[in-house]
């Protein structure tokens, strides 16, 4: 399965199912109602603006301290959020992309499961709550448009530079240091309170031959357990796990510069006496770690022939047949599956956040370990999903910088967007139109 990122998630297709009728597209101007504007060939009715209100005071009754803006600012503000849609909707329209019928009926298909729905089911909800079938599929073909020009145009014009992100990977690291878990060991060498310079000297010369030994080829536990006077040696003078934030400043900056196993080169000096010092193991902080998934699917891809609908019935059925140990998951995908992955088992490999279209990914990671999920619809078909393994990884630097360019990205974006939308509406026609006498 081609491994791509789609941003029309089927989250946001959903939404499709509340929307009044206030966010059709091509309103009908009903008895008493009036255009209040006209933009390119689409026009905002008077009806639409107060049920935008509307919609904008329930929202608000349900999020305690949040607060509307006066009346007229409050009708300004929706009549100017409707012109914006009605300009963006057009321009989309007139870009050239376009959304087939096959891309529609996934997307349709996609609302019905998320809601668990039927596509007739869906038919009849549509209906009880006022909004015509066809309708409804022309105000989400629409929505995809809107979705697939938005990510085209307005990530285009969002520039980031090497500096910009130098400076947000310095960042991450530095937050990952104090976040970094760091399991030490050591071998102790004290030196007691009022120790004369003789002395000292003599615990100094103790503590060199230990790290002369481990050096040497001696093990670390083995010295630590004969000569350390520490409350841990017999584990080796292992300290065990902990974050660098509750560990001495010394012993960390000690064994920054350690790969795992490798031993400080020189004595650590410490009020406590003389420390050989080893980095047994490093756990980098959140920031610097990603959580891969396992996971192998099989795909029914769709067609004339092979409606989504049909396609979820029969991997429902392969599904219950898997769970009864009737058959197994890689024979399956093996012999059904419509995607490359089919002769591997249905296997995908390790894969990250990102890795796979929305809709998969949010199934998948909703999973338990060994868990197959319920028929999955995504742009490529559809899929049944089955995990097998989950891990926490470092992130290389290269994996790192990627990360911190699409954190950037999505920062800019808010700013870009406006940009975008504003530039939009100076170019389109706008004719406002007074109330009717």
């Known amino acids: ?8 998630t089927a989250a946001v297709l959903a939404t499709c199912l509340a929307l009044p009728a206030a966010a059709q597209l091509r309103p009908a101007v009903r008895n008493g109602d009036y255009i209040v504007a006209v933009i390119n060939q689409e026009l905002v009715t008077a009806g639409e603006v107060e049920r935008r209100i509307e919609r904008a005071r ?10 509307l803006p006066a009346g007229d600012e409050l009708q300004r503000q929706a009549l100017d959020a409707l012109i914006e849609e009605r300009v963006i909707v057009t321009h989309a329209r007139d870009s050239g992309v376009r959304i087939d019928d096959a891309d529609l009926d996934r997307a349709v298909q996609s609302i019905a499961q998320q809601n668990q729905l039927t596509l007739d089911q869906l038919r009849e909800r549509l209906r009880q709550d006022g909004i015509d079938y066809a309708r409804f599929r022309a105000n989400l073909r629409d929505q995809m448009l809107v979705e697939r020009i938005r990510e085209r145009e307005v990530y285009q014009r969002i520039r980031i530079t090497d500096l910009e992100i130098d400076r947000l990977v310095d960042q991450q690291r530095a937050a990952a240091q104090a976040d970094a878990e760091l399991n030490i060991a050591q071998i102790l060498v004290t030196v007691p309170e009022g120790a004369s310079a003789a002395e000292r000297e003599a615990r100094r010369a103790r503590a060199e031959a230990a790290l002369a030994r481990v050096r040497g080829g001696e093990a670390f536990a083995a010295v630590a357990r004969e000569l350390s006077e520490d409350g841990n040696r017999d584990k080796g003078g292992e300290i065990g796990l902990r974050r660098a934030s509750r560990l001495p400043d010394l012993f960390v900056d000690a064994v920054r510069p350690l790969a795992a196993g490798e031993v400080a080169p020189a004595l650590v000096s410490s009020g406590a006496g003389f420390h050989v010092l080893k980095l047994v193991e490093k756990r980098e902080g959140a920031a610097l770690r990603v959580a891969q998934t396992r996971a192998r699917h099989i795909l029914l891809r769709t067609s004339q022939q092979l409606s989504a609908e049909a396609a979820s019935r029969r991997l429902d059925e392969l599904r219950r047949r898997i769970e009864a140990g009737s058959r197994s998951f890689d024979d399956a995908a093996r012999q059904v599956s419509d995607d490359g992955s089919a002769a591997n088992g249905g296997e995908l490999g390790w894969a990250g956040p990102g890795q796979f279209v929305p809709e998969f990914e949010e199934a998948m990671n909703r999973l338990p370990l060994g868990g197959i999920s319920a028929p999955v619809v995504s742009r490529f078909g559809v899929h049944l999903i089955q995990v097998l393994e989950r891990r926490e990884v470092a992130l290389e630097t290269k994996q790192l910088r990627e990360q911190a360019r699409a ?5 800019k974006f808010d700013e870009a967007y406006a940009e975008w939308a504003r530039d939009l509406r100076a170019r389109a026609y706008v004719e406002m139109r007074e109330p009717p006498l």
């Open 1 to 8: 399965m081609p491994r791509w990122r789609v941003t029309a």
């Open 407 to 411: 954190q950037l990205r999505e920062q």
């Open 58 to 67: 329930q929202d608000v009754s349900q999020r305690p301290g949040a607060r």
